[in-house]
Each structure stands twice: as C-alpha cells, then as structure tokens.
C-alpha cells in the first residue's frame, strides 16, 4: 500500500467507539483529491476519513484515479487487490459518470463557451445509466458488508456566459438524476452536491475545488451520515503531489495517461 493512498487507525486502550468502519471510495478525480491546479491533496474522500477517524480501522483511496470513467471503476473492481480491498468494506462512497458526459463538452475557457452534440450527451447518459446498475450489482456481490453512497455533481463552469450554461447545466442536472435513481434502486444512498460552488472553483480552466470546496462535499456526505459535521478549522494543511509521483506510485493506472488529456475529472 502507498504511503499516501492509505490511513490505517487503530484504535487501542479506553475509547467510546470500537474502530470497525473500513472505507474504501471508488471514482475519479474528485473522489482521489484533485486540487485546481493539476496536484492531488486532501479531498472530500479524506475529509469523511478525518472525521470518522475514532470509529475507522482501515482507509484506502487506492481504487480513485483522476480520469476515471463508470467503465473504467468496473474494470479496476475486477482486479483481484481492488476485489481483497472490497471483501472487508463496510462504507463505500462512489464519484463516477461525470467524464462520461463531460468529455464530449468543448469548454473553451478563455471565450466562455461549452458546446456538444445533444445526441452524443444522449448516448453517454443512457451508457451512464447501465453501467452504474451494474456497477452497483458488482459491488453487491464484492462488498456484501458496505453502505454505499452515490456522490452528485456540481456545475463545474462557473466562469462561462450566463447563455452557455442553461444546456451543460441541464445535462449535469439529468446525470445527478441518473445516479439518484440507480443508487435508490440498488439500496444505497445519494448525496446531493450543492450546485453554487463558483466560490470553490479558483481556476476558470479547471473543474477541481480547492480543499474548501472539497469540505462541503464531504459535509453533504456526513450530514446524511451521521449528522456530525466538519468545520474550516480541522483542515489538515496543503501537502499536495504531481501527477508525475502519482503515476509512479500507482502502476495500475498508468494506461490512463490519455484519457486525462479528455476528462475533466
């Protein structure tokens, strides 16, 4: 296990609350950390780790990678450390089908624009649709002991003309549907994002929020969780990596180099 993508707790002695939560998140960029400048740092999936830590015995964001699409979470729960991970999980949260949609939206930063084909958003909402049914039927199966949480989406352009959001935000808004649906027939939970989050989006060319923003996605989570929420003050400090030291650390994934040049998250 990497030294980063791992936070093993044990707790020993006198303690209200036994360590028996073993988290593992699955998804994309947001899910792994990604800060607005192409790094990895302390994201939502570390912040519900932060604050479950005195009921937490194991944490690994090792099945998250910026660019991960639903295809490529259901290929890397097929593997057999993600499948060993998975077998002891008790909580699973799940960022996945945003770069299904957003990467056929032409974001053009500097004019302002989003553009794409209403047919092509069509095809990658409905294969959306199926592979997270089957995604979450997987994960049935692998992870017969986890609650599982579906996180929503954010409009992640908040820079653009106010003209060019109505239709990118429309498609965001059927995506969140989408995954609220099939988290709901699956019995597992959706948590909702709030969609203002231009306050936590710094880089107008980048999608990622800062550490911030990456709070109150984790709030959203443990409102619904527990009810014990986080504040500005427990924010560990900026100890972000490069990709470069990503990848090195993380050899399953380094076949995914080019699908970041095309996914957002």
């Keep these: 296990m990497k030294k980063w993508l791992v936070l093993l707790l044990l707790v020993v002695g006198a303690t209200k609350?036994?360590?028996?939560?073993?988290?593992?998140?699955?998804?994309?960029?947001l899910a792994a950390g990604q800060t607005p400048y192409r790094q990895i740092d302390t994201g939502y999936t570390d912040l519900i780790a932060l604050k479950l830590s005195q009921e937490l015995q194991?944490?690994?964001?090792?099945?998250?990678?910026?660019?991960?699409?639903?295809?490529?979470?259901?290929?890397?729960?097929?593997?057999?450390?993600?499948?060993?991970?998975?077998?002891?999980?008790?909580?699973?949260?799940?960022?996945?089908?945003a770069n299904d949609l957003l990467q056929i939206v032409q974001h053009r930063p500097e004019a302002g624009t989003l553009t794409y084909s209403q047919l092509a958003a069509d095809f990658s909402l409905n294969q959306v649709r199926q592979k997270v049914d089957v995604l979450l039927q997987k994960l049935k199966d692998v992870a017969p002991n986890a609650e599982i949480y579906v996180m929503g989406y954010y409009f992640p352009y908040p820079n653009v003309h106010e003209t060019q959001k109505v239709g990118t935000a429309q498609q965001l808004d059927l995506l969140n549907d989408i995954l609220q649906q099939q988290a709901e027939a699956h019995g597992a939970y959706f948590i909702a994002v709030e969609q203002n989050f231009n306050q936590y989006l710094p880089n107008y060319a980048d999608v990622h929020p800062t550490m911030e923003g990456y709070l109150v996605m984790a709030n959203a989570f443990l409102a619904q969780y527990s009810g014990k929420l986080l504040n500005k003050a427990m924010l560990p400090e900026p100890n972000p990596i490069g990709f470069e030291q990503l990848l090195q650390m993380n050899e399953s994934n380094k076949d995914l180099v080019e699908d970041l040049r095309m996914s957002p998250y």
């Design 17 to 29: 609350v036994q360590a028996q939560e073993v988290y593992i998140p699955l998804g994309d960029s």
């Design 58 to 97: 194991f944490y690994s964001k090792e099945l998250t990678f910026p660019g991960y699409t639903v295809a490529n979470v259901l290929q890397r729960i097929e593997q057999p450390d993600a499948q060993s991970l998975l077998s002891k999980a008790t909580l699973i949260t799940i960022s996945a089908g």
